[in-house]
């Protein structure tokens, strides 16, 4: 029997929260303190999945892929497909392993009965969905209190820019979260979401992976099994060309010519990615195209002296990510992101799209490309009315930049008491009232 | 074909593993590619195809490859948690944790409850956002700028100030070219602030961005094999290419007429 008073005092004891943006590829955390001043340095990003190698046959859960030295056909296993979390086995094992066990790293590792949680989900997640890890957080997890709500809306809490000493939110802010899964555009109010004006384009950072991935094993090697590799070589040579006539031009120095009417390849384009040998090299790197090697290479590769494999990369560093502007180029049948985000706006009333034009936010992974917010800007530039000012920025770190929104909002406790769910209450009234609850909180 | 209709029942358990899914009828990301029917391609209702239309066996391989572009999860390869996994506490968490299905499944219920359930009444209380906001979604996107006035100033709107207060000056003291009041948009009115605030979510298929206006430029076609422009056709299956060489890899590898 526990001595008296205990209850009491584990109730008194300060109480952290572990601020956890749940993404597909990977999970941020942190734990925050009450009246703390978190920053980008709190947020540990984890990859959010287990990846089993067939090489040295380990499976690697969440943070020892950093340990990895193989990525070879590296399969993964992910919990969270398009923006939530549908495979609770897997992801109970990564929370266990990275927040709640030993092997939860310094800084990290918390006794849920004495924290709080705040978990960021995607928008329109299915109701069945969120009633699952509302069961899960409390019934399995026991955390001491908690609360959901959609991830990109606590960006409204971040200090605006003139900064003022009001801890009130963001007015007006048009959020575009540019992620693994896909691409949602979010319209907050007074830090509300307004649900109505939510939009979604399928493309994202996942969707750019594969389809360099198909594009290099159609024209190069068979690279169907390096997600891992691909990756990599998409975030090292990408970038987004800064107009479609750009485009065009990019295009144009890429092609190889036609039969009998060759043209020099332009080298200031087109790389050559070294790939890794999982011997020597764990990584690869990318130079510039060298033809002349290249016509070498065509022979017998050295006998003696390091063998290197090269994969040139022409068009396909700039038309991957001009999926996220030209979705139709793939024959999907959605406007892009300018698009979207004009249809989402088409909701509101006129005064309010004007001051959601001022101050609009990019958040997310794919924004890390090159030339994204350039090429944003410019081809939005013409769909808005021409009295209207148009602001477009990126955040400081993309990735972490809703996790920091969502710790600053965590840190003041005012704030917190406000919309936290305590286990007692979720015992007493059970998860539907639960579910009711956090929607209400959304509106 | 027969109608089904599932009666509501007070003694239905939502059990794992199986749900009443509603037929959306044809999906082409999960049917054969078919062979086609060239016979019967004019007497269909549409006549002949148009010139830069799909035949059906293009758009299903479109929609299959999309499909297997925004996959997550391999089906084939299951990748075992390693270790020891405590045991669930409570016998609900046990049911969720066992779960083996993916997202399409949770999906596809969404839209099933959502069919079955009945649309909710719309609120006395101010026009439901969601109900407004439904007929505005299915119109053009592009609607073109308001009308400007001969003398815009550009950058009236100040950051952050969603009312402008402007309106109070009396109208006789400026000139009527230099007022600036068409130019600003009508301030918020509460009850359209509060109706879109209390909207409730769309489900998840609903939030989808709408295709590009039918206006617009056209798609852009590409090479099938090394992704320059698209000039030609193939004769064989309509993929496009760009000139001889890649028609001979095209033909060797991704020509559909083999597929």
Redesign the interface.
Known sequence: MPPKGWKKASAAAPAKTLVLDNG?YTLKAGLVAASANPSYDDCHVLPNC???SVRDRR?Y?SSELYQCRDFGEL????P???G?I?????E??IW?HELLDETAGEGLRCNPKDTNLLLMEK???????QK?CD??VF??F?FRAYYRCVGPILNAYHP?IPPSLSSLP???LLIIDTSY?DT?ILPL?SG?L?????????V?G??LT??LK??AS??HYNMMEETYLLNEIKEAVSFVAPSAQQYTTD?ER???G??GDKRAIDSSIVVDYVLPDYEGSIHGYARPHDPVQSRMRRGLQPLQGPREDVLPL???RF?VPELLF?P?????????IP??I??SL??????????ML??IVVVGGNSLIPGFIERLESELRP???????L?VSKAEDPIKHNWLGAARFASQPELLKEVLVSKAEYDERGSTWLAKKF?WG?? | MPHVEVLPNSASVAAPGWTYVVDNGYDPSKIAINPKDRKRAATRPGGPRGENELSARQQIAIARRIAELERDNDPKQSIPVPGKSSVPKTQNARRIIQYQRQIKHWLDDEIAQLQQAPPPPPRAAGPGARTAAQPLRRASTMTGPPPTPSEATPGLVTPGIITPVLGNRPASDIDPLLSVDSSIPAPLRPAELEALLSAPPLSYAASHAAPPPSGGPPQRQFCDNCGYWGKIKCLKCGARICGLECKDAHEATRCLKWA
Do not use: H
Not at chain 1, 86 to 90: D, L, R, S
Not at chain 1, 123 to 129: D, S, V
Not at chain 1, 346 to 355: F, G, H, I, Q
């Open positions: 597909a287990i990846a089993r499976t859960v399969a993964f296993r992910r969270v497909e398009k939530f549908v495979n609770w086995e897997a109970k094992a266990e928008p329109n997640c299915p109701k069945e969905l699952n069961e899960i019934e399995q026991e605006p963001q007015e007006c899964s949602t109010y509300q307004i649900q109505a004006a939510v939009r979604r384009l399928t994202g996942k969707l594969n389809y198909e594009l159609l024209r295009l890429t092609w190889k036609r039969l022409g068009n396909e038309a030209r139709t180029d793939i024959g999907i049948q959605e406007a892009g698009g979207a004009m249809e088409s909701v509101l009333p006129e005064a309010m799209k004007a001051a001022t101050n769909l808005v009315p021409t009295e209207y000012l602001n929607s959304e509106r």
